[in-house]
């Protein structure tokens, strides 16, 4: 996990908001004592000089209601006395002025006395004394740029307007106040700032901390680790939040342990499992996978996650996932092809919820291939035998009837006619030998008569055996070592393996023919082989010669009186003593049959 940023802590955010409140409420409040602060002071400056303005008002309209002599002063005279003795303070100039000719009457400023005699101009002076009432304005001098309040009061004399004053007083003291008042309210306002973001650190910690660690083992957990405890800091919610995390850590821990059993156990018993097991998700998505299904179907499991066991299966062109979730019966799924034989059989179980809803699959996958294959091979042997008994039994059965019906008497017919059937009767007892053969050999407690046997010896009786008793024309040939090899054999059962392999080389050597047995002799076994001149064997049939029944050429091979399991028994026989036999032939050159048996090959012959 990314570790947070320093402008996304939550410290960072707590400090800043805590900060930024404080301004925000400090701001609120400044502006509202500022603007209360100005309107106060510029108040007070402006009743004080009302004030004064008032009693040299009164004065004014003394010298200009008075009733004068030639020998009194002008009233000029009377009024600049006045303004001589009016204390200004802030006021820079006071004017009166006449209401008839709006004349000015006298200045207070001496650089202005020239202006004495002359019309005032100024409209706020009109104003004053048309509406009768005060006439106020501040204004900015553009080349100082400090500011001046100007007032224009009337003066009258009952309900008549007799003339003005009017004044001009520096407010720009009023304005430098309340500047250095901001400044102190700026400085102040920085300081509990400064004090305030150090003290919300300190309290951020308090808070923050405790969450740290949580969010520390928070992460250790996400790794496994559930060892760590989270420090408990006080008994408030954050102190409550952290003993409830621990407790969740515990019992976290505790349900870990627990599933990690349980899946250990599940995974044991999923590995140890014969049967492909196959989970999928409510829409059928595999989610689990055992390693023998995914060797049954030939797929890695890591490819097949989250596949569709449509796919998987190989079953979208005859079911969807909702006819697997309502099957009932197992589905065959044969895989076969022309040279493999490879069929599964597939039962399909739905995982429910206890109310119903449907959160998965569970497929079990059977391998049936050799199942299918004993019962093909017994359905093929049933009907093998029952044919091979019905051909005799059908002949001696007709042979038999034509006797009972008279031909017992005619001396010529009546011969062939039993000596068919006598052929016939050998013919189904021979067949019933090989099977009981066959029988005892696929019997579990079967045991061979085994002893030592010079094998050279042996064989020479064989093919002695079979030289003297040949009717066609065919010559031997042996390829035979000179000194003994002693092997460890059932005499009996290596005699019946050996009088198979050559009758059916003797059946299939035509006249003029060889046939050709040899040994060879190797440190852990021999090979005994037996070749002829024959027609020879298709390749497409070599692998199955050994197969119970199997005849490449029926017709020929019943004709000789051939049942289909010699080379079967042979087999069988070889197995049982260790070794294997194989078959290898060209079509129209001869066919080899040759067998392994072991053997413990020795530089001195102990038994000579």
């Known amino acids: 996990m990314n570790k947070v940023g320093f402008f996304r802590s939550i410290k960072v955010k707590f400090v800043l908001i805590y900060v930024l409140l404080i301004l925000v409420a400090m701001q609120i409040i400044g502006v509202y004592f500022v603007r209360q602060l100005e309107d106060t002071l510029r108040t007070n400056f402006q009743t004080s000089i009302k004030q004064r303005v008032d009693l040299l008002r009164f004065n004014i309209r003394e010298e200009m209601e008075k009733q004068r002599t030639p020998e009194d002063p002008s009233l000029e005279a009377d009024i600049n006395k006045l303004l001589k003795d009016f204390d200004t303070g802030d006021i820079t100039e006071v004017r009166v002025i006449e209401n008839r000719s709006l004349i000015i009457l006298g200045t207070s400023l001496p650089g202005n006395q020239d202006m004495v005699g002359k019309k005032q101009t100024e409209l706020l002076v009109k104003q004053s004394m048309v509406l009768e009432e005060d006439q106020s304005k ?25 003339g003005a004053i009017y004044l001009e007083a520096k407010i720009e003291s009023v304005f430098e106040q309340m500047n250095t008042i901001n400044r102190i309210f700026a400085t102040g306002t920085a300081i509990a700032l400064s004090i305030t973001a150090v003290l919300g650190v300190l309290l951020a910690q308090t808070i923050t901390k405790p969450i740290t660690d949580m969010r520390k083992q928070a992460l250790a957990m996400a790794k496994g680790n559930f060892s760590r405890k989270v420090k408990v800091y006080g008994h408030d919610e954050i102190g409550t939040l952290a003993l409830t995390f621990n407790n969740l850590t515990k019992k976290l821990q505790e349900a870990q342990a627990m599933t990690e059993g349980e899946r250990r156990k599940l995974s044991s018993v999923l590995s140890n499992m014969t049967d492909g097991v196959i989970a999928t998700d409510r829409k059928g998505r595999v989610m689990l996978i055992n390693e023998p299904a995914a060797e049954m179907l030939d797929v890695s499991r890591e490819t097949v996650m989250s596949q569709s066991i449509i796919s998987l299966l190989d079953l979208d062109d005859t079911n969807t996932f909702e006819d697997l979730l309502e099957e009932k019966e197992s589905i065959i799924l044969d895989y076969s092809t022309k040279s493999e034989t490879y069929i599964l059989r597939a039962h399909f179980s739905v995982i429910q919820k206890e109310t119903g809803f449907v959160n998965g699959l569970i497929c079990v996958l059977h391998d049936i291939t050799e199942q299918e294959k004993i019962d093909a091979d017994r359905r093929e042997f049933v009907a093998n035998v029952s044919h091979e008994l ?78 003297m008793a040949k009717e066609q024309n065919v010559t031997f040939k042996r390829l035979l070592p000179a000194h003994a090899i002693w092997v460890e054999v059932d005499e009996d059962k290596m005699t019946q393996v050996l009088y198979n392999i050559i009758s059916n080389a003797l059946k299939y050597s035509p006249e003029g023919g060889q046939v050709t047995f040899s040994i060879e002799e190797g440190k852990e076994q021999i090979i005994v082989g037996v070749s002829d001149q024959g027609m020879g064997i298709p390749k497409e049939s070599i692998g199955k010669i050994f197969d119970r029944f199997y005849r490449v050429d029926k017709a020929r091979t019943r004709k000789m009186g051939g ?46």
């Open 138 to 162: 501040i204004r900015l001098d553009q080349n100082t740029g400090k500011r001046t309040w100007v007032l224009s009061t009337p003066i009258k004399s009952g309900k008549k307007v007799i």
């Open 390 to 467: 019905r051909t005799p039994l059908t002949t001696m059965r007709s042979y038999l009837e034509a006797l009972a019906d008279g031909a017992w008497r005619d001396e010529e017919i009546a011969p062939n006619f039993l000596e068919v059937t006598r052929t016939e009767t050998e013919r189904m007892i021979r067949l019933v030998n090989d099977l009981l053969t066959l029988s005892k050999m696929d019997s579990t407690d079967y045991r061979l008569k085994v002893e030592w046997l010079n094998f050279v010896d042996f064989y020479n009786r064989i093919i002695d055996r079979f030289e």
């Open 563 to 608: 049942t289909g399991l010699g080379l079967a028994i042979a087999k069988e026989i070889v197995k049982a003593h260790g070794g294997t036999i194989e078959a290898k032939s060209q079509e129209g050159k001869g066919t080899t049959i040759s067998f392994t048996l072991p053997y413990e090959w020795t530089e001195e012959d102990d038994w000579s």
